[in-house]
């Protein structure tokens, strides 16, 4: 079983700056794709960000300008770096595993993000 291990998550004030990392447990052959959702309170899970093996990215339009996506292929892990945090980005996320040329599809237990002042 394969387990995707999240970190960096917190209290921050509005404006302020927080890393997520999120690290698989084996390494896999193959193409697929490794990004962070995100889910507030009384909302469904939303897409934040996603990066293929490629390094092909993709992010939720309120977040452009200000989150990085990146990627370790070789443990492999996952980063997203997040800047001019708003109070609007409150959400626990989560960091998600999919492949494109092989069948699996895995999260992590999630992470509480809070921006507030």
């Known amino acids: 079983q394969v387990q995707l291990v999240e970190s960096g998550g917190g209290l921050v004030q509005p404006g302020g700056s927080l890393r997520l990392s999120c690290a698989a447990s084996?390494?896999?052959?193959?193409?697929?794709?490794m990004g962070w959702y995100r889910q507030a309170p009384g909302k469904q899970r939303e897409l934040v960000a996603t990066?293929?093996?490629?390094?092909?990215?993709n992010y939720v339009d309120s977040v452009k300008g200000r989150f990085t996506i990146s990627r370790d292929n070789a443990k492999p892990t996952v980063y997203l770096q997040m800047n001019s945090l708003k109070p609007e980005d409150t959400a626990v996320y989560y960091c998600?595993?999919?492949?494109?040329?092989?069948?699996?599809?895995?999260w992590g237990q999630g992470t509480q993000v809070t921006v507030s002042s």
């Open positions: 990066i293929t093996t490629g390094s092909s990215i």
């Open positions: 084996r390494n896999f052959a193959g193409i697929y794709v």
């Open positions: 998600n595993l999919k492949g494109i040329t092989f069948r699996v599809d895995y």
